[in-house]
């Protein structure tokens, strides 16, 4: 077809029409759209400016095509018809009101027309209340390749190149192979280079047309890695913050294949990690600590692995610890059954979950674990809670003292000690700092640039005035509070109900955290703890936490596995999406998903007690476990 362009969905010469090379439509949900027991003149048509009084409205009462106190329901299919799709009709017999020189647009083209097809202000003022009657659905004219007709219409050994970019990796790079037409060699040996960059990290199981928004924080960081490994360029500096994130074992032995072939092209390869795997392989260790937050910020080793291994330090304890495999497991209470799952690369799965014990759910990334319990799981048992490292929906103001309820508390106990009201100590209140509305900072936005986030000036950072900070409590003011740590503020304080709080907070190890600091500052760990918190109170529910150990130090996870302990003594139901090896030890049962990815992927492996996984040959995690239980 002469040029490249004509493949490519971003390009006009070869992007579908119909859907301008995304592969989804935007279709009105004709049931959300129609209350089909009103008739046009009680409000029928549930669209916003289509209602009674609504001037859209008028087209369609005036227009002499309708009773309007006919109710949908009984209209034949000919009215629906005239009603929904319609469209530039001349009117023989209208009402007088009716513009004479105007044609009939039925509702769906008018409002294709005025709000999915149009960007403007309207369309954006009605932006929310319109996403209640639009789904998003695959483009029936290219079925979601994106590409049009003359485009799809070239094949190169009987495939399109849709139906390659939707074949897994490995398989398209067994298709690659078998191109042998000369003027094709140096194309084809670069792209089986690249896909075999792919495979050799583990990301063997993806498509090219995966959608960049679908995948894992892990699988987006290794597409990067895979785009160096491609380039000629050395003595760069690579930083890698926890490439090991959401990957098995078996996927980060790949990992540090990849790193070491980036160092061994000349360049620098700096890795913030805590996965034991990939901190054996450094050829230099800067160890920070002692602890965290402000019991931090030192370097406290820097050298080989053996000097770390007898530092003394926290990471260095931890990596000469002795791991065990849990002998006194727990006895189920009942079960929860998941009947023929099908999901995505699921192969018709049953399986039995146990109630009342801790469940880590394995397999190696790709494998199926997440669709299994998080998808497939509340289907059957829609009362599972999640905690995950989602961002908590609030606003600027919320913290960890406003999302525990202790900040209540506190504003209470300045009120009764100064004699004044509680609302002089909120972020919304009089009391709050006049230029940056009680946030301590403010927020410049330049159209060019990302917004500019400065310490308030007025204020410098406290949040509130003058006035309002001359109020003590036992010597403090509000805003020295909330600059507290969760460690701080357990030593101030001696009220119950917020010593109660705090102490669930120090049990999920974020004693470093300050009582004020903004929630939407905090990782995703650090929102998973909260919320793991905030559950410890809770009795006789059935959770899920989805790899609880991203971003944890070997410390945390030990505290980790105490605090969900705790939620299963009593009487809930856990279950853990995982990798880390330690907590595979310590689960009462084993629930392994495999063998591979993708769709090699999707079967039960294993179900059983975690010394019986180290005994199944066909378990990639058992593989690892058992190396694992005996390097030591």
């Known amino acids: ?125 009605y932006t929310k209340k319109i996403e209640r009657f639009v789904s998003r659905q695959v483009c029936p004219h290219c079925h979601g390749t994106r590409l049009n007709d003359k485009a799809l219409s070239c094949k190169i050994n009987g495939k399109s190149i849709a139906e390659c970019a939707d074949m897994q990796i490995n398989e398209l790079l067994d298709f690659v ?39 894992s924080g892990g699988e987006a960081q290794r597409i990067k890695m895979v785009c160096q490994l491609g380039s000629s360029l050395t003595d760069l500096a690579y930083i890698f913050d926890e490439p090991s994130i959401g990957l098995h074992p078996h996927d980060i032995s790949k990992i540090n294949d990849l790193m070491k072939l980036l160092r061994d092209k000349g360049n620098t390869v700096l890795i913030v990690e805590h996965d034991p795997d990939m901190i054996k392989i450094a050829d230099h260790v800067i160890d920070m600590g002692p602890g965290a937050g402000i019991q931090g910020g030192q370097i406290v080793y820097q050298g080989d692995l053996q000097g770390l291994k007898t530092s003394g330090t926290l990471t260095g304890k931890y990596l000469s610890h002795t791991p065990e495999l849990k002998s006194d497991v727990r006895t189920q209470k009942g079960w929860l059954s998941i009947q023929n799952a099908a999901l995505h690369n699921l192969k018709n799965v ?210 980790l596995i105490g605090v969900m302990d705790r939620l299963v003594e009593r009487n809930s139901t856990l279950i853990a999406i995982e990798h880390n090896l330690d907590i595979i030890c310590k689960a009462d049962w084993i629930i392994d998903l495999g063998p591979y990815a993708g769709q090699n992927g999707g079967k039960i492996v294993f179900t059983g007690l975690p010394k019986d996984l180290i005994k199944c040959k066909n378990s990639m995690t058992g593989n690892h476990l058992k190396k694992y239980v005996m390097s030591v």
């Open 1 to 125: 077809m002469g040029s490249t362009i004509v493949f490519s969905f971003n390009n006009p010469a070869g992007m579908c029409g119909h859907c301008q090379g995304l592969g989804k439509i935007e279709a009105i949900d004709i049931e959300r759209l129609l209350d089909k027991s009103k008739s046009l003149n009680e409000g029928a048509i549930r669209f916003p400016t289509f209602e009674p009084g609504g001037w859209r409205l008028t087209r369609y009462i005036h227009s002499g095509f309708f009773d309007n106190d006919k109710k949908i329901k009984d209209y034949f299919t000919e009215e629906l018809e005239l009603l929904l799709h319609a469209d530039g009709i001349k009117v023989t017999n209208p009402a007088p009101e009716w513009h004479k020189t105007s044609l009939y647009e039925g509702l769906i083209p008018r409002i294709e027309r005025s709000f999915l097809k149009k960007e403007d202000g309207e369309k954006v003022r």
């Open 350 to 559: 049953s399986v039995k979950i146990p109630k009342g014990i801790m469940t880590v759910v394995t397999g190696v990334a790709g494998s199926g674990k997440s669709t299994l319990i998080n998808q497939v799981l509340p289907q059957f048992y829609p009362e599972t809670v999640f905690i995950d490292q989602k961002g908590i929906q609030a606003s600027k103001r919320s913290n960890i003292a406003t999302f525990t309820g202790i900040f209540d508390i506190i504003r209470k106990l300045f009120a009764e000690s100064n004699g004044v009201s509680a609302s002089l100590f909120s972020f919304n209140s009089q009391g709050a700092c006049p230029v940056c509305k009680g946030l301590g900072v403010t927020h410049t936005d330049l159209a060019f640039m990302d917004t500019i986030v400065t310490v308030c000036e007025e204020c410098h950072g406290n949040r509130y005035t003058d006035d309002v900070l001359r109020y003590k409590l036992r010597g403090k003011s509000i805003s020295d509070v909330l600059k507290m740590t969760v460690s701080e503020a357990l030593d101030f304080f001696q009220e119950k109900k917020i010593l109660t709080v705090l102490k669930r907070l120090s049990d999920v190890g974020i004693t470093y955290i300050s009582l004020g600091q903004p929630l939407n500052t905090l990782s995703g760990g650090e929102l998973q703890r909260i919320k793991l918190a905030s559950e410890l109170q809770n009795r006789g529910q059935i959770y899920v936490l989805d790899e609880p150990s991203t971003g944890l130090h070997m410390a945390d996870i030990k505290q």
């Open 177 to 215: 192979q078998s191109v042998h037409a000369p003027v094709a060699t140096t194309i084809v040996s670069e792209l089986m280079n690249r896909l075999q960059h792919m495979v050799s990290i583990g990301l063997d199981y993806l498509s090219l047309s995966r959608e960049t928004s679908t995948l």
